[in-house]
């Protein structure tokens, strides 16, 4: 089963603009992770935040958490062609075990 | 440093037959979870192992799916017999602690298909 919604479910815009994904959520968690997915190179996990914390940055990625909304969002600023993947949130709560969403898809054009 | 390494990549069987993949997790990562993911779907939990003991194996389809991690380093799934909902990727990760907190490392996964 799975926790997080993602949204949209698919994402194409042109280089150089800025990418936004959404992820909601059921339960309680302890921490949501954001990971990316192509074929060159498999499943790789791109920032992890607490619930205890509200932003993130890492490079052109800011990830931010609503715990009162049960919903996180992931930016990618000035993207580019090889940020081309799926990108899938990932829930820690209780039951302490990864529990994944769908997944968006982002397309970027160059 | 060397990643997770899974075997093979690409896997076609008929149904009915036996199957079996391989893991070889990051070195000194005493964690290691076996997920399925479905085509346009997010990876899902099918066990997780600390060291050789499997700690969380309520998503395993126990009646044809079976796991091992012998010597608490590498792994094996398997799965007899197969059937055709089984086709899927069947990806292995590993982690350096024991709780699912932190950051897993993937592997490129094994592409089944059944025929």
């Known amino acids: 089963s799975q926790q997080g919604e993602e949204d949209p479910q698919a994402l194409s815009i042109q280089e150089g603009e800025n990418a936004t994904m959404n992820c909601s959520y059921k339960?309680?968690?302890?921490?949501l992770q954001w990971y990316r997915q192509n074929s060159g190179r498999g499943l790789v996990h791109l920032i992890l935040i607490r619930s205890n914390e509200r932003e993130k940055h890492s490079g052109r990625l800011r990830v931010t958490l609503d715990t009162s909304k049960k919903s996180s969002s992931l930016l990618i600023t000035a993207s580019r062609a090889a940020d081309t993947a799926s990108y899938f949130c990932?829930?820690?709560?209780?039951?302490?075990?990864?529990?994944f969403g769908a997944g968006t898809i982002l397309r970027v054009k160059s | 440093e060397a990643g997770v390494v899974q075997s093979p990549r690409y896997k076609i069987i008929e149904k009915k037959q036996p199957v079996a993949f391989w893991c070889n997790p990051i070195?000194?990562?005493?964690?290691l979870y076996w997920y399925l993911q479905n085509l346009g779907q997010g990876p899902e939990l099918l066990i997780r192992y600390e060291n050789e003991e499997a700690v969380d194996d309520s998503q395993l389809p126990k009646d044809r799916f079976s796991a091992e991690r012998l010597k608490g380093v590498d792994s094996t799934l398997k799965i007899q017999p197969a059937e055709l909902g089984d086709s899927a990727v069947y990806l292995c990760?590993?982690?350096?602690?024991?709780?699912?907190?932190?950051?897993?490392?993937f592997g490129p996964g094994t592409r089944l298909t059944v025929l």
């Open positions: 990760a590993s982690s350096p602690r024991g709780l699912s907190y932190n950051e897993q490392f």
């Open positions: 070195s000194g990562h005493n964690t």
């Open positions: 339960t309680s968690i302890n921490n």
């Open positions: 990932a829930t820690v709560g209780a039951l302490d075990k990864l529990v």
